[in-house]
């Protein structure tokens, strides 16, 4: 295994360094930068400068002037602070969830809605990712690191009258730097322990003076791993990634723009593995690995021992392209054209059976998406009575989902005998004695779903200032959506050395959890009308209130897998599953107080989404069934207060505090954790899956000027979660406590900051947590989860010309 790792990071390491190569070759002379690109949503750390620009209603704004709840993370702390992927995203935004475990399993949520674990490939997430206005079909594509960002644009609720994906919790708009017609660049090189090694690299400039700019970036980036693996002493959780952006924007005419994107990336994942916490039921696993002269491991957040013989990994690769026309003759407003292509593909290998044994030795999946879309639309001037924004988008995506399973020689050990009447005592040798070991090995299942997803969507958004002193505006937005999806799954057996009968097939089938015998060929069509309905008041130049009513929707789907609703799965669960909507009720003030110093943001919300399209598992056999079904309806209300200060010359501060009360309002038929045997259990009332009740995060940073070309500057950040379960039953052995973490930064800015040195902490107390427990698995007995990294720390340095 050490050997895939170190081909992998030499291959990298030459494709980052012929990169770099081709970057320092650019026709672009070095020059002191620019702050701040031309259109991108930033703000200075030392205070100098305190507006933030978004362009969450796709045009450029003050951020404390538009109404809708959105924070920003602008460039200068993305970069001071190094965030570069929704993991580090995550602590900076207020009820906002991420489950990642591997990269094909990454689900955002936002106040609760939308964090569906596994198997979500035949449904849309329920939080939209756009990057630079290109909406991305799967979730998983974007949990690659992002370099050279002009700012994170997070907006909560439901999204839709002005873009191009509707949605039901919300929107994320990842945008990057824009090529810049003054020369800039920038280099940075970090190392840490874990032997940490991170290279970034850009460069912007003209090629045309004032008509042609161009700008190359590009990242690599490589950490060994934090979870010993016993059986080999070699470690899991690795992350290793490359990635290149080239841009050009060209501007023929004043009032024309073209910008160009092509993007390739891929990652690298020795891949974490859940620990064994603890065996809840040892006549399960437990005593079978014990009878058959085997240890089961158990371990904990801290130690994050595994023992596992086999490979568990997995690589992404994406590929992008898109361009933007933007034209905008005098008086008639802009007109925009966005045009997307996507290639995203994630292949997986797990030994699914997380133990030393030879009992399901290949498992793992591998997705390619394929996506190509279009949005047009009109906006005319922010600076009239009346506002309005038009458009049409449409989507075409392809998934494939390719699944495997393999048993081993030891899968008897693992697990208890599927079926009595399929294998019976042999030869005076009952299965949990071997006797069937050889036939099961080898045994193996290959399986092929392919969705097909079409979307059409018209949208519009008025906005009317019914005063001449613009103070009051109301707010009308509209979206029609049409979307026809299909279906098709085939699962055939792969491989049958020990010449199993038809019985016996299908018994194992079952225990093949992603890659199961079967057939489907499905198809529906799914239409919407959503929209909003809002009124804004600006009190005084610094005192802004809003509210608003919004429908989100989110189509219908399918279950991956050949659904048989026999009597272990709960009524009224299928193939299909419903779409979703959310009605969407909040209201807020955005206001400046003591000359800007001072910022505070203040939302209240409520959410009821019906239908919602939640993960479930139920135990069969040996195994257990994982299939989305509709809850009946999921309530989300809470407050979300945001912060900011500059109360001293260098001293800047910025936090948020965010309670949510998200609740099934309706689920009495969920199914019931492991420890109960009834086949339903009521969880109405409950707070739901992946949604801590309260999130908080406080930054303080100090920059000190010590000469007239250097400052130096500390950094201390703190972010909190309190309780939160992670598995849709609310199983009490998947309750996560409460934890706080906190990272510390310090460096010093030398030569009117072109050269900068830095070092870093993070989970600077080395806290031992859990960012995902799988609770108890009635199968085996035993307890899982995933703990967090440990304490890291290191240098970078950081050179701008």
């Known amino acids: 295994m050490t050997g895939i790792f170190d081909l992998r990071r030499r291959g990298m390491a030459r494709a980052w360094l012929t990169t770099t190569a081709l970057l320092i070759a650019a026709p672009v002379h070095a020059q002191t930068a620019d702050p701040v690109d031309p259109g991108t949503a930033s703000a200075q750390i030392d205070g100098e400068d305190h507006e933030i620009t978004v362009v969450a209603r796709k045009t450029s704004e003050n951020a404390q002037r538009v109404p809708i709840p959105i924070t920003v993370i602008p460039s200068a702390t993305l970069v001071r602070q190094n965030l570069t992927n929704f993991t580090n995203f995550q602590t900076k935004l207020p009820a906002f969830s991420v489950y990642l475990t591997n ?14 674990g596994f198997n979500t490939d035949g449904i849309d997430g329920s939080v939209g990712v756009f990057v630079d206005g290109v909406y991305t079909g799967r979730q998983g594509m974007v949990s690659n690191d992002f ?20 949605t039901t919790a919300g929107a994320v708009l990842i945008n990057t730097l824009k090529p810049s017609f003054t020369p800039t660049g920038t280099a940075e090189a970090s190392t840490g322990n874990f032997g940490l090694t991170e290279v970034k690299s850009s460069v912007s400039g003209p090629l045309i003076a004032d008509r042609l700019a161009v700008r190359l970036s590009s990242f690599y980036s490589d950490r060994g791993g934090t979870y010993k693996n016993l059986y080999n002493n070699q470690y899991q959780n690795a992350r290793q990634g490359i990635g290149v952006r080239g841009q050009l924007l060209a501007t023929p005419t004043d009032d024309l723009s073209i910008r160009l994107i092509g993007t390739h990336a891929r990652q690298y994942f020795p891949t974490i593995s859940p620990v064994i916490l603890s065996v809840y039921n040892p006549a399960a696993l437990q005593a079978r690995m014990t009878a058959a002269g085997y240890r089961l491991l158990t371990s904990n957040a801290r130690d994050r021992y595994v023992n596992i013989d086999g490979r568990l990994d997995a690589r992404t690769q994406l590929d992008s392209a898109s361009g933007q026309i933007d034209w905008s003759p005098a008086d008639y407003g802009t007109f925009t054209a966005i045009t997307g292509w996507q290639r995203w593909s994630c292949f997986t290998n797990n030994d699914n059976d997380y133990t030393q044994l030879d009992a399901i030795s290949d498992y793992g999946s591998c997705n390619v998406e394929r996506q190509v879309s279009q949005e047009l639309r009109w906006a ?24 495997r399973v393999r048993f081993g020689r030891q899968y008897y050990i693992w697990a208890a005998n599927p079926s009595a009447s399929a294998f019976p005592s042999t030869g005076g040798r009952s299965w949990a004695q071997g006797a069937y070991a050889a036939r099961v090995a080898g045994f193996g299942i290959r399986s092929q779903a392919v969705f097909h997803t079409d979307t059409d969507a018209l949208f519009g958004n008025l906005t009317w200032h019914p005063d001449a002193d613009r103070r009051i505006a109301f707010d009308l937005g509209l979206r029609q959506t049409w979307e026809r999806r299909d279906q098709r799954y085939d699962g055939t057996v792969a491989s049958n050395v020990g010449a199993l009968n038809t019985a016996q097939i299908n018994a194992l089938s079952a225990a093949g959890a992603n890659a199961q015998l079967g057939h489907v060929d499905a198809a529906l069509k799914d239409s919407a009308l959503s929209g909003e309905l809002g009124v804004n008041y600006r009190v005084t130049p610094d005192i802004f209130l809003y509210a608003k009513y919004a429908r989100g929707n989110k189509s219908a789907g399918f279950n991956l897998l050949p659904f048989d609703a026999g009597a272990a799965l709960p009524p009224g669960t299928g193939q299909t599953v419903k779409g979703e909507t959310a009605d969407n009720i909040e209201a807020g003030i955005k206001s400046t107080v003591l000359d800007h110093r001072i910022l505070f943001n203040l939302t209240a919300f409520h959410t009821v989404v019906r239908n919602y399209q939640a993960n479930q598992s139920v135990g069969v056999g040996n195994t257990a069934i994982k299939f989305l079904a509709n809850v009946g309806s999921l309530t989300s209300r809470g407050i979300e207060l945001e912060n900011e200060t500059w109360l001293l010359p260098g ?43 309260w999130t908080s995060d406080l930054t303080v940073d100090y920059t000190q000027r010590l000469d007239a070309t250097t400052k130096a500057y500390g950094l201390v950040d703190v972010n909190w979660r309190s309780t939160q379960n992670t598995t849709i039953t609310l199983d009490p052995s998947a309750q996560i406590p409460a934890y706080a973490l906190a990272s510390a930064r310090a460096g010093l800015l030398l030569d009117h900051e072109r050269l900068e040195f830095q070092l870093w902490v993070e989970n600077v107390f080395d806290k031992a947590y859990y960012i995902n427990l799988l609770g108890y698995t009635k199968s085996t007995g035993i307890v899982q989860g995933y703990t967090g990294n440990p304490r890291t720390y290191g240098g970078t340095v950081r050179v701008r010309f």
């Open 380 to 403: 005319s001037a922010r600076d009239r009575p009346i506002a309005a924004t038009v458009g049409g988008f449409l989507s075409r995506q392809r998934l494939q989902v390719d699944s």
């Open 147 to 166: 370099n050279d960002l002009a700012d994170v644009e997070v907006l909560r609720g439901p999204q839709g009258t002005l873009f191009g994906k509707n």
């Open 103 to 116: 990269p094909k399993q990454l689900n955002l949520g936002i106040r609760g809605i939308g964090n569906n």
């Open 651 to 693: 001293l800047h501060s910025k936090g948020f505090i965010a309670y949510n009360r998200a609740t099934y309002s309706s689920f009495a038929n969920s199914v019931c954790p492991g420890q109960i045997s009834a086949l339903t259990c009521n969880l109405t009332g409950r707070q739901v899956a992946w949604a801590p009740v």
